[in-house]
């Protein structure tokens, strides 16, 4: 058994997910590299291993929850616990208005984006609970912000994209429901904003880099016991809700 912080990463096999794998394994993390396709996710716990990082490979699709019982067992049997958890796997499918959205797309938006995290997060708290401090980092966006999306000069208020942006919001307010639950434990639980990271997500039209993107989840997943729990941060500091 390992005797280094373990720290899962959901949709680790790109993007910022990767990046906050590649980040947290250079912090010391044995890092458990989430995907829903095995050998996607083979190939970038390879690219990190190459990279001198613990990183091992954890098929886990969230919208399936036998993978998700399936990765806490092995969780528990190689590891008995987890330190971080960062609930990064994510889809944006809408790119239209609201009113030209269709219920199966919005379905599918809140399937991995709200109900994946709260899956995820239930299935492993028992093992964040053997952290002597777990840390719950929820991938939020600033397209969350109920705040900025009222406000019509907001620099990204023309992406009223409303299966995406309301799925994290309700992600941020899974985020404050779990926070306040344990509030009286160890672990903190907080949504982390990256800001407009280039990505396939966005065709890599984000005007910041996938280390500007990660910086504010690792900075939450290593945060100190006096640290803040039930919040929304960007690298910056609080975002408004
Ligand atoms: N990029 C931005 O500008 C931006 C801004 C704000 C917030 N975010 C958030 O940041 C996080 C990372 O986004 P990204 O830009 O890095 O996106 P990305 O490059 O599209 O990566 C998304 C990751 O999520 C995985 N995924 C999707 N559905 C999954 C499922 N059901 N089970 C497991 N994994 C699944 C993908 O796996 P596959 O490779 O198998 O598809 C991929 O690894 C997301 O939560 C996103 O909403 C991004």
Redesign the pocket.
Known sequence: MSTNKVALV?????????EIARRLGRLGFTVLI????EG?GRAAAEQLRAEGLDAIPVR?????QATIDAAARRIEAEFGKLDVLV??????LDRAPPSQLDMATLRQTF???FF?VFAVTKALLPLLRKSGAGRVVN?????ASLAQNSDPNWGFAQFKVLA?NSS?TALNALTVQFAAELRDTPIKVNAA??????????NHQ?T?T?EQ?ATAAVRLATLPADGPTGGYFDENGPVPW
């Not at 989430?34 to 396709?37: F, I, Q």
């Not at 886990?60 to 399936?64: E, G, Y």
């Open positions: 959901t949709g680790a096999n790109k993007g910022i997910g990767l989430g995907a829903r396709d996607r886990l699709d969230v919208t399936d609930n990064n796997a994510a889809v944006f399937d991995t984006n994946g991938m939020s966006s600033g397209l995406y994290k904003d990256p800001g407009y990271t280039a990505t396939d997500m966005n984000g910041r996938v993107g």
